[in-house]
C-alpha cells in the first residue's frame, strides 16, 4: 500500500516542483540584479549596448544596469578598483599601468569589445592623397598623455 501511495503522490511532487521552477524563472523579472557599468567614453562603437538598454534587453534577462560614462581610462579603473563599478568598458592601458607599477590587486582585462579603434586624423587643412610620410615633422595631438590613444 504504501508503494503505491508513493507511486501516486510522485506526479504530484513533479508538477510541484515544476510550478516552484516556473515560478522562480517568471519571478526573476521583478527581482532584476542591479549592474553598475563604467565605460570609458560615450562612443558609437557601444551602439549595440545603447540600443539594448533602450529596448529593455537587460531587464528582460533580470538585469537593471546602471550605465555611467568615466571620461578615461584612469577614472574607469578607479570606478571599479573602488567598488562604485562592478564592470567597465576601456582599453588594457590601464591594467598595463597597475600591473607594471607592481600592485596586487590589478584589473583583470578579460574580452574585446571592438576590432579596431575609433581613432580619426584629422587636419586642419584638407589634404589631398594623404600619406602617412606628411606627418614627418608635424605636430600630432594624440589626447592626454598616458590615454591609449596618446601611446598610438
Same mark, same amino acid.
Given at each position: 500500500?504504501?508503494? $503505491?501511495?508513493?507511486?501516486?503522490?510522485?506526479?504530484?511532487?513533479?508538477?510541484?516542483?515544476?510550478?516552484?521552477?516556473?515560478?522562480?524563472?517568471?519571478?526573476? &523579472?521583478?527581482?532584476?540584479?542591479?549592474?553598475?557599468?563604467?565605460?570609458?567614453?560615450?562612443?558609437?562603437?557601444?551602439?549595440?549596448?545603447?540600443?539594448?538598454?533602450?529596448?529593455?534587453?537587460?531587464?528582460?534577462?533580470?538585469?537593471?544596469?546602471?550605465?555611467?560614462?568615466?571620461?578615461?581610462?584612469?577614472?574607469?579603473?578607479?570606478?571599479?578598483?573602488?567598488?562604485?563599478?562592478?564592470?567597465?568598458?576601456?582599453?588594457?592601458?590601464?591594467?598595463?599601468?597597475?600591473?607594471?607599477?607592481?600592485?596586487?590587486?590589478?584589473?583583470?582585462?578579460?574580452? @574585446?569589445?571592438? @576590432? &579596431?579603434?575609433?581613432?580619426?586624423?584629422?587636419? &586642419?587643412?584638407?589634404?589631398?592623397?594623404?600619406?602617412?610620410?606628411?606627418?614627418?615633422?608635424?605636430?600630432?595631438?594624440?589626447? &592626454?598623455?598616458?590615454?591609449?590613444? $596618446?601611446?598610438?
Amino acid at each position: 500500500m504504501k508503494r $503505491y501511495l508513493v507511486i501516486m503522490m510522485m506526479p504530484c511532487f513533479v508538477m510541484l516542483f515544476g510550478l516552484c521552477c516556473l515560478a522562480g524563472c517568471e519571478g526573476s &523579472r521583478y527581482h532584476l540584479r542591479k549592474i553598475r557599468l563604467n565605460e570609458v567614453a560615450h562612443s558609437i562603437f557601444y551602439a549595440p549596448q545603447y540600443v539594448a538598454i533602450e529596448k529593455g534587453y537587460f531587464k528582460k534577462e533580470g538585469i537593471d544596469l546602471e550605465l555611467v560614462t568615466g571620461f578615461g581610462a584612469d577614472k574607469t579603473a578607479t570606478s571599479v578598483i573602488s567598488k562604485e563599478a562592478d564592470i567597465a568598458f576601456m582599453g588594457p592601458e590601464a591594467t598595463i599601468y597597475q600591473y607594471n607599477e607592481g600592485n596586487k590587486d590589478y584589473l583583470i582585462n578579460f574580452a @574585446q569589445l571592438t @576590432q &579596431r579603434a575609433g581613432n580619426f586624423v584629422v587636419a &586642419r587643412k584638407k589634404a589631398k592623397n594623404f600619406r602617412w610620410e606628411d606627418l614627418k615633422g608635424k605636430e600630432v595631438i594624440g589626447g &592626454r598623455p598616458g590615454a591609449v590613444h $596618446y601611446t598610438m
